[in-house]
């Protein structure tokens, strides 16, 4: 493979003022040039160990506190330093990062291989990095929960552990007691797909060290990742079934009781219950304290975009915070943006753990991808401006299509669920009678309009049956030059760029990767799912009446998107997404009111008051993603 070697300038500078030190002055624990902390520590030399951290439960009921193996690389230096801690249940199975790395350990059981760059970067630069082994998996005790307890736990005890209000061993049982005197007791959590959600399950505690986090791609509440108002997600399976990929041999015998809590706190009907409240981390929002440094990607079907707009909407307003905002699927930033990522990510660790007043904080908030590769920044979440505004569709002269204005409807469409529809099927030919679905479009709009938040719809709905499933989404209909669904957006190459150190057994080098691209006339920019029998609780269900009409109201993904001038904006509501959703027992065919229905947008911009029926035509979309399992 070819290999690129990127150099930190300013280096050698540094280099020279550490040389010309007094042999007897003591190796400070950093120091800063060009507004950043130089490597300075080296990296061969550099600490390895593995500390049990006791989480405080005993989830596998053996008489024993639970520990976390947490493996640990820190400078050898006598100063105190702070710490970066990825929590994870993947580093035994699935691996992290777009080359799957996983731990690895000598015939002692030291850590060699710690996955992704962290620790190459960061620990020349007077950090330490702890990759902790969530409760059940790899070398930890205790039982895995899905997101609940003891994997915040997980996190939260490591950090109580860095401040010396917890306790730590040098095994998984028995063993002697380590302290971590080497520390700072300021704390970062970083983390992908579920590491990154449990970040935000820790900060919700408002533990005390934890400077900021890093949540990529991550999820805010669970019954969002397996559930959306009232329907369950086709392939994602249970809590149980996902924690059973990754669950170790003690966790398997030991941990029975935690599986039939999850098991009957996830009822298939997609009711919201008990356990979901445990693993909703939004309603602990309020306490968090670290700042956020949100990264998410506007096509990850696997973690859908409503968790990442309800968390920061919850967040106190004095928590700082950056967004990153990408065109791509559940993709990490080092995959799509990798250079801006890593000087960005290390002046945020520079400003929160460290303290350098680099001024990061008082940077525009919030970065996203407007066209492939190509970056517009806001100084705010939500922007500056934004409003609610209330779309109502209203019938045209051609069956089941019309427009999308600011004034009420009237009469009513009906479109017939057979239960195989999906987005690119319902958003097809805008123009034409789809029995599946119906479709309401702006005019065309005469300058930009930014859709930036949560949108929800209300649907007034009657079924000829007693269940239906319902889809909504909002789409830009124009031509694009759009990343591809295809591969999550990107596309791996045979280069390396090198990001950090290396050594024995840990390099910091990683494929480079490209964007792939697609030409598309229509673009979902929003969606969301629901099951009308929960039009009156997402706890309790009804029986529904066939031929009385419903009305229920649901949320739609979060997003920032500029439908340009030129395009339209339009609302599709289909009946099942049989690329998300389970199909319900028996299909209806559904009328809409259009009195009664409406879409509430966060808008910047003004919608045409011009009523037409007409749009371009539509012949390239963008393909159906069928997300995986969440383990990566």
Same mark, same amino acid.
């Given at each position: &493979?070819?290999?690129?070697?990127?150099?930190v300038?300013?280096?050698?500078g540094v280099?020279?003022?550490?040389l010309?030190m #007094?042999a007897?002055?003591?190796? #400070?624990?950093?120091v800063?040039?060009d507004g950043?902390?130089?490597? *300075?520590h080296s990296?061969?030399?550099?600490?390895?160990?593995?500390?049990?951290? @006791? *989480?405080?439960?005993?989830?596998d009921?053996?008489?024993?506190?639970?520990?976390?193996a947490t493996d640990?690389?820190?400078?050898?230096i006598?100063?105190?330093?702070p710490?970066?801690?990825?929590a994870?249940p993947?580093?035994?199975?699935s691996?992290?990062?777009? !080359?799957?790395?996983r731990?690895?350990?000598d015939?002692?059981?030291v850590?060699?291989?710690?996955?992704?760059?962290?620790d190459n970067y960061?620990?020349?630069?007077?950090?330490?990095v702890?990759?902790v082994d969530f409760s059940?998996?790899?070398r930890s005790t205790?039982?895995?929960?899905?997101?609940?307890?003891?994997e915040v736990?997980?996190?939260?005890?490591?950090i109580?552990?860095?401040?010396? +209000?917890a306790t730590?061993?040098?095994a998984a049982?028995?063993?002697?007691?380590?302290t971590?005197?080497w520390?700072?007791?300021?704390?970062? &959590?970083i983390?992908?797909s579920w590491?990154?959600?449990i970040t935000?399950g820790?900060?919700a505690?408002?533990?005390?060290g934890?400077?900021?986090?890093?949540?990529?791609a991550a999820?805010?509440s669970?019954?969002d990742?397996?559930?959306?108002?009232?329907v369950?997600? /086709?392939?994602f399976?249970?809590?149980?079934?996902?924690a059973?990929?990754?669950e170790n041999a003690?966790?398997q015998?030991?941990?029975?009781a935690?599986?039939?809590e &999850?098991?009957t706190?996830?009822?298939?009907?997609?009711?919201?219950?008990?356990?979901w409240?445990?693993?909703?981390?939004?309603r602990?929002?309020?306490?968090? /304290?670290a700042?956020v440094?949100?990264v998410?990607?506007?096509?990850d079907?696997n973690?859908?975009p409503?968790n990442?707009g309800?968390w920061?909407?919850?967040?106190p307003?004095?928590v700082p915070r950056k967004?990153?905002?990408?065109?791509?699927?559940?993709i990490?930033p080092f995959?799509?943006?990798?250079a801006?990522?890593?000087?960005t990510l290390?002046r945020w660790? @520079? +400003?929160?753990?460290?303290?350098v007043q680099?001024?990061?904080?008082?940077?525009?908030?919030v970065?996203?991808? +407007?066209a492939?590769d190509q970056?517009?920044?806001t100084?705010n979440?939500?922007?500056s401006?934004?409003q609610?505004?209330s779309?109502y569709?209203?019938?045209g002269?051609?069956a089941?299509?019309g427009?999308?204005?600011t004034?009420p409807?009237?009469?009513?469409?009906?479109?017939?669920?057979n239960?195989?529809g999906t987005?690119?099927?319902?958003?097809a030919?805008?123009t034409a009678?789809?029995?599946?679905?119906?479709?309401y479009?702006?005019?065309?709009l005469?300058?930009?309009?930014?859709?930036?938040?949560?949108?929800?719809?209300?649907v007034?709905?009657?079924?000829?049956?007693?269940t239906?499933?319902l889809?909504?989404y909002?789409v @830009?209909?124009?031509?694009?030059?759009?990343?591809?669904?295809?591969? !999550?957006g990107i596309?791996t190459?045979t280069?390396?760029?090198?990001?950090?150190?290396?050594?024995?057994?840990?390099d910091?080098c990683?494929?480079?990767?490209v964007?792939t691209t697609?030409?598309?006339?229509?673009?979902?920019i929003a969606?969301g799912?629901?099951?009308?029998?929960?039009?009156?609780?997402?706890?309790?269900?009804?029986t529904?009446?066939p031929g009385? +009409?419903?009305?229920?109201?649901?949320?739609?993904s979060t997003?920032?998107?500029?439908?340009?001038?030129g395009? /339209?904006?339009a609302l599709?509501i289909?009946?099942n997404d049989?690329s &998300?959703?389970?199909t319900p027992a028996?299909?209806p065919r559904?009328?809409i009111g259009?009195a009664?229905?409406?879409?509430?947008i966060p808008?910047l911009?003004t919608v045409?008051?011009?009523?037409?029926?007409?749009?371009p035509?539509?012949t390239?979309?963008q393909p159906d993603?069928?997300?995986?399992r969440?383990?990566g």
């Amino acid at each position: &493979m070819v290999r690129r070697v990127v150099v930190v300038a300013g280096l050698v500078g540094v280099l020279s003022g550490l040389l010309a030190m #007094p042999a007897s002055a003591a190796t #400070p624990a950093f120091v800063v040039a060009d507004g950043v902390t130089q490597p *300075i520590h080296s990296f061969a030399d550099a600490v390895r160990e593995t500390v049990w951290v @006791d *989480i405080g439960l005993d989830l596998d009921a053996n008489g024993v506190g639970d520990r976390v193996a947490t493996d640990i690389i820190r400078p050898a230096i006598a100063e105190r330093v702070p710490v970066i801690i990825d929590a994870s249940p993947y580093y035994a199975t699935s691996g992290r990062g777009n !080359e799957s790395e996983r731990k690895s350990y000598d015939s002692a059981g030291v850590p060699v291989k710690f996955p992704l760059f962290y620790d190459n970067y960061f620990v020349p630069r007077g950090y330490a990095v702890a990759l902790v082994d969530f409760s059940g998996s790899s070398r930890s005790t205790g039982c895995m929960d899905t997101g609940g307890r003891s994997e915040v736990a997980s996190g939260k005890a490591v950090i109580d552990w860095l401040n010396g +209000r917890a306790t730590g061993y040098s095994a998984a049982s028995g063993g002697s007691v380590k302290t971590a005197s080497w520390s700072t007791g300021a704390a970062a &959590m970083i983390g992908k797909s579920w590491d990154g959600s449990i970040t935000q399950g820790v900060a919700a505690t408002g533990v005390d060290g934890l400077r900021t986090i890093v949540p990529i791609a991550a999820i805010s509440s669970w019954y969002d990742w397996f559930r959306s108002d009232g329907v369950a997600f /086709r392939g994602f399976g249970t809590p149980t079934s996902l924690a059973s990929g990754f669950e170790n041999a003690n966790a398997q015998s030991r941990c029975g009781a935690v599986r039939s809590e &999850m098991t009957t706190g996830a009822p298939a009907n997609g009711d919201y219950t008990a356990m979901w409240q445990q693993r909703d981390y939004v309603r602990g929002a309020a306490n968090v /304290r670290a700042a956020v440094f949100s990264v998410n990607g506007r096509a990850d079907l696997n973690v859908k975009p409503v968790n990442w707009g309800q968390w920061l909407d919850a967040l106190p307003a004095s928590v700082p915070r950056k967004l990153w905002l990408s065109q791509t699927g559940h993709i990490d930033p080092f995959d799509f943006r990798r250079a801006t990522w890593v000087a960005t990510l290390h002046r945020w660790f @520079d +400003r929160w753990l460290l303290g350098v007043q680099n001024g990061i904080e008082n940077e525009p908030k919030v970065s996203v991808e +407007r066209a492939v590769d190509q970056w517009s920044d806001t100084a705010n979440w939500p922007p500056s401006g934004t409003q609610a505004v209330s779309l109502y569709p209203t019938a045209g002269s051609v069956a089941g299509v019309g427009t999308l204005g600011t004034t009420p409807g009237t009469a009513t469409s009906s479109f017939t669920d057979n239960g195989s529809g999906t987005p690119t099927s319902y958003i097809a030919s805008p123009t034409a009678t789809s029995a599946r679905r119906v479709v309401y479009s702006t005019g065309t709009l005469t300058s930009d309009l930014r859709v930036a938040g949560v949108s929800r719809i209300t649907v007034a709905a009657t079924p000829s049956t007693s269940t239906a499933h319902l889809s909504a989404y909002l789409v @830009d209909y124009g031509p694009a030059t759009a990343r591809s669904t295809t591969g !999550e957006g990107i596309r791996t190459l045979t280069t390396e760029s090198c990001w950090g150190e290396n050594r024995t057994g840990d390099d910091a080098c990683y494929r480079d990767t490209v964007a792939t691209t697609a030409t598309v006339d229509a673009q979902v920019i929003a969606r969301g799912w629901a099951d009308l029998a929960n039009y009156a609780s997402l706890s309790t269900p009804r029986t529904l009446t066939p031929g009385t +009409r419903y009305t229920i109201t649901f949320r739609l993904s979060t997003t920032d998107w500029v439908v340009p001038a030129g395009h /339209r904006l339009a609302l599709v509501i289909a009946g099942n997404d049989s690329s &998300m959703t389970s199909t319900p027992a028996q299909l209806p065919r559904v009328t809409i009111g259009l009195a009664e229905t409406s879409v509430q947008i966060p808008l910047l911009g003004t919608v045409p008051t011009t009523r037409s029926t007409a749009g371009p035509p539509v012949t390239r979309i963008q393909p159906d993603t069928v997300p995986g399992r969440l383990d990566g």
